[in-house]
Structures are given as C-alpha cells and as structure tokens.
C-alpha cells in the first residue's frame, strides 16, 4: 500500500496509474529533454512511423511500454512490490511526499528503456567502463559542475558500433540500468574521426577526465547538456565519490588493469588512503593526488612497505620509459623501474634523482639491475646494466663505470677498497686517460681499460707533483701493503711511491730505485725512504733511508749502498 500525495486514504499498490502514452522515440529522432539539445535518433528511418521501424526496435518500444505500463502479471506485480519495498527503504520521506515513481526513487531519474537513453557500458559489460570489443569511442559531451566528479566536469563518451560489425536493439533488461543497447543512431563525432558515419550507439562510458587527456583520438569540441546530470548507474561511483573511486572509474573499473577490488577503501599513513585490487593498487594522498601502481610494479612496492616505506606515495600513474618495453612509477622517495629483461626494482630518492639527470633508464646507465640497497660500510649503491650509483650521509650519489667500477668492486667497494664512497663521477681526460676520485684515493689510468687504485696516503703527493698530468704520470699498479710493515708502496709511469707513517710519502726512480730493490725494498735492511731522489752539487744523485743511502753518478753510472754504521 502506498500513500499518495493529495489522497486521504490508501490505494492498493496494484491499482494501474493513468498517465499519456509517449510517442515512440523512434518516431520523434530524439533521446531525452531537457535545456540541451542533445539529440538521438532511434534506428529507423527519419520521420517513419512506428509500423515502419525495423523489428527489433518495435519490439523494444513493445517491452519498454509492458515494463512501465498498466499490466497486472504476477511477475510485474512481485517486481513492483520489490521496488517499492527498496524505496521505501532508500528515501521514504522522498518516495511518500512527493509523486515520483518508485523505480526512479531506486534507480535514478530516465533508467528506463522507455525514457529512450543508451545503457552504461558497466551495466552491459560486466562491470567495464570501457567500450565493448564491437565498438569504438565516437563522441562526448559534459556536464559541468557535477557531483558526481567533485564539482568538475563530468564526461559522457559514446561507443557506437563498429561499422562491419553488428549488435541487435534491445532494452537492457537487468538491474536498475534499462535503458537501450544498440538502438539509438547517433554520433558527436569528436572522436576517431576517421571512422565515417553514424552507427547505433552501443553503450556510453563516464569519466571525469578530459577526453582528449583519456583518449587522444578524441578532439577538444565541446558540447554540455544539463538533460543527463542526474544519470547515472549502481555500476559507477555514486555522487560525492572518493578520488579513488574517480581513479578506478576513469581507467576502466573491471575492465582496467586493475581488474575486481579485493578490499574496501582504508586509511593509509599521514592521513592517506588506499585500496586493493585483483592486479595492483590505488593511493591518494593531498600532496600527490590518486595514482595506480600494477602488477610487478604493485608487487614491488608492497614488498618495500607501500605506503609506510621509503617509497612513500606514487606521483604518477604507470609511464613508458619510451624504448617499447620498459616503463616506471614515480614515488615520493624515489621510482620503480620495470623491463622484461632486468625485472622490476627500486631505486630510492637521492640514487633516483642522480639517475633521472642522467637520463634515467635510456641513458647511459641503462635499467636498474637491483634494488637500491645498503651495502657493508653503509650508505646505499644500486646496480645498474652500465654502472653503480654509490651515495652516503657524507656524499653526494656519484656514478662509477666501466673498467673503474670493475676495480671498485674487485677491492671491496667503499668498505673494503679503503677508498670509500666516490665523490666526483670519471672524468676522461685529453690524452685518453681516465680519473675517478674518491673520499680517501682516486682509481686511475693511462687508458679507459687499465686502471689502478692509488690510496690516499701517496695520491696526496702524487697530487702535489702535478697528478696524472705531471711528471709522474699515470698509475701503473695499485697501491699495495708492503710486506710485514704497514707502510704502503704505488708504480708510476716515472715514479715508485713508498709511504710510511714516519717517513711520509717519498718518490725514488733510474738507478737508485732498481738498486733499492735487490736491496729488498722497504722490507730490507734499509726501510723506507726518508727523502726523494735528490740531485747534489757535484751532480751525484742520493737518497737517504731509515738505515742507510744510496747514490748514483750518472757520469760513471755507478751505484752504491752505503748502510748507517
């Protein structure tokens, strides 16, 4: 029993409503009313009676007129009471006050196939927004100022059948959505225009994005309509809708990547929100807006904590790095790079930054080949296919490759080489060398294939005479530990270096330094250089030890050693 608006008694809820039948919209080559003229044609003929329309567009104006009209069958008569029976429990001051009928007080205003709107494609496609294989995305208009995006547009696309393919006229006959499939004739025509002419409209999609943003084969030509700001279907967000909610609409629902939610819409950290589903995640936070990560991706980043980790929030949505294979997500603490080749890693914030001005995965470091990680000694290093990128608390993330990367890690890296962290990228020099410096050393050589380490202690020195571009040239050794001492010795291309914590670094070269050599080096009788190779007035060379001297007259070319008494 149902009270009506005006009457003083009940009136049995089967009792058949007077109303003025409509023409049929096949007839009128219209869809809808309102302030905007906005248009459909049914498929038939312009200006054909209804004994002249095809078939099935009679036999829809036939199920649409049983629908909503005076019949009294057992199963109308169930189906109203159930719609009734929701109404009453959605809004029943709305539904007894005012003469509305039930069906729209559950569904929505224009849902029937009557009122002559096309379906939501959610409504016919298992809950896609996106447009069935059989058709394409043909046109748009919009609503502005729409509750159901926020206050922003709202964006109504059209899919009308493909041209060559085929779909019958039909009132949708399931859920609250009844509106019809494939029998308006209609196009805009912003979109795909070089598909030519106007075929039935199969299904409209919704987004709250521009068109041309959410397709580019859509133009940017506007038209509004104020006729269809309350349609909407229980397949799309209802009014006032989260950003995620908007996110997972405009990419698709059940048709995006995303696939089915699993879980309901929750709290994230600093005041964020997230939501779960069969292929990825949703994130929204106020600084960083709503963004989607997917698959891999999504699986990587739920293995560094999501939300609560280093990655924080993504920026972005999914983007291809431009190559055809790889892709990436910007996060508020660095990216995740994926490519079938490498897989999918992270790289964290300052390492990240380093490789983005370097040009990312299409420079010349190539797709990250670890995760960025924390390697013994600290601080933090990522592989990539042509390099490493090293970064402490100390140090800015500096780059190493190539032969020097090589050399890096055959020592131990930062910890174990005794070179630290890397404080400038490699730089090649004029003659072909190359150098690297480092917190306590540089790597070093004559060529970009050879190089060696030369460890602080001596590269001091080695420095003060002019580096690789003065008279000791390049290294030709590494430097190495002398044998039962703690002191250190480094070949050059002119020079031997030899350092002590008590004799400092000392250059020998010629004669004296092959003859300190049989001599057993710093290891021998006479330890370790305590001055350079030193030329004496009368034209002899010398240079002292800890325990003894050399000298050479390079008139005779004699060499001789003389031990302290």
Same mark, same amino acid.
């Given at each position: 029993?149902?009270? %009506? ?12 409503? #007077?109303? #003025? ?15 905007? #003229? ?6 038939? $003929?312009?200006?054909? $009676? ?12 036939r199920a649409a007129a049983l ?21 009453? +429990? ?25 009122a002559g709107w096309s379906v ?32 922003? *547009? ?54 709250? $994005?521009? !068109? ?5 084969a859509c133009g940017r030509t ?26 997972? %609409? ?40 709503? /963004? ?68 990312? !995965? ?22 990539? %296919? ?8 100390? $140090? ?12 890096? #890690?055959?020592?131990?890296? *930062? ?20 150098? %690297? ?12 294939? =050879? ?8 590269? +001091? =020195? ?15 050794? /590494? ?43 710093? +290891? ?15 034209? /002899? ?25």
């Amino acid at each position: 029993m149902v009270l %009506q608006r005006g009457r003083s008694r009940l009136l049995p809820l089967c009792r058949p409503r #007077r109303r #003025r039948r409509r023409a049929p919209p096949g007839t009128q080559g219209r869809e809808g009313t309102g302030d905007r #003229r906005h248009r459909e044609a049914i498929v038939s $003929t312009p200006g054909a $009676t209804t004994s002249q329309s095809p078939l099935s567009v009679r036999a829809v104006e036939r199920a649409a007129a049983l629908l909503e009209g005076p019949s009294s069958t057992r199963r109308l008569f169930l189906y109203r009471i159930a719609v009734v029976g929701s109404a009453l +429990a959605l809004n029943p001051w709305r539904y007894v006050l005012r003469p509305t009928p039930a069906y729209a007080s559950v569904c929505g205003s224009a849902n029937t196939c009557g009122a002559g709107w096309s379906v939501f494609c959610c409504t016919i496609n298992n809950g896609a927004n996106i447009c069935p294989g059989y058709s394409y995305v043909a046109g748009w208009w919009k609503v502005d100022n729409s509750a159901f995006c926020l206050g922003s *547009p709202r964006y109504y696309i059209d899919c009308n059948r493909k041209p060559g393919r085929s779909c019958s006229c039909r009132c949708n006959n399931t859920g609250c959505d009844r509106r019809r499939v494939c029998c308006n004739v209609f196009r805009y025509g912003q979109c795909n225009t070089h598909i030519r002419g106007v075929t039935e409209v199969v299904c409209r999609l919704i987004t709250c $994005t521009p !068109p041309w943003k959410w397709d580019p084969a859509c133009g940017r030509t506007v038209r509004v309509s104020e006729s269809t700001r309350s349609h909407s279907s229980r397949c799309l967000p209802g009014p006032n809708p989260s950003r995620i909610e908007i996110k997972y %609409q405009d990419m698709g629902l059940r048709g995006s990547i995303l696939g089915a939610p699993e879980t309901r819409e929750r709290d994230g950290v600093r005041n964020g929100r997230k939501r779960r589903y069969a292929n990825g995640m949703i994130l929204w936070h106020r600084t960083t807006g709503a /963004h989607e990560v997917h698959r891999s991706v999504a699986r990587r980043y739920r293995k560094k904590k999501a939300d609560k980790g280093t990655l924080g929030y993504p920026k972005t949505d999914h983007r291809p790095v431009g190559d055809g294979r790889g892709a990436f997500v910007r996060f508020e603490g660095g990216s995740i790079y994926r490519h079938p080749d490498t897989g999918t890693k992270a790289v964290f914030t300052r390492s990240d930054r380093r490789y983005r001005r370097l040009g990312g !995965p299409r420079g010349k470091l190539g797709y990250p080949l670890s995760n960025t990680r924390k390697p013994a000694g600290g601080g933090r290093v990522t592989n990539f %296919q042509n390099g490493a990128i090293y970064v402490s608390k100390d $140090t800015n993330p500096v780059e190493v490759v190539g032969a020097t990367l090589d050399v890096f #890690r055959d020592h131990g890296g *930062p910890a174990r080489s005794t070179l630290g962290f890397p404080l400038r990228p490699r730089r090649i020099l004029d003659d072909g060398g190359s150098l %690297q410096r480092f917190e306590r050393g540089i790597i070093a050589g004559a060529t970009l294939r =050879r190089v060696f380490i030369v460890r602080q202690q001596i590269e +001091a =020195r080695h420095r003060s005479e002019g580096g690789v571009a003065g008279v000791w040239g390049y290294p030709n050794a /590494h430097t190495k530990v002398v044998a039962g001492t703690s002191g250190l010795q480094s070949r050059f291309q002119t020079r031997t270096a030899f350092w002590s914590s008590t004799t400092g670094a000392r250059w020998l070269n010629g004669p004296i330094r092959r003859r300190y050599g049989k001599e057993g080096g710093p +290891a021998g009788f006479l330890g370790f250089p305590t001055s350079d190779v030193v030329t004496m007035p009368d034209g /002899h060379h010398r240079a002292t030890f800890e325990r003894g001297v050399i000298t050479y007259d390079p008139t005779t070319g004699k060499v001789e050693t003389i031990p302290d008494a």
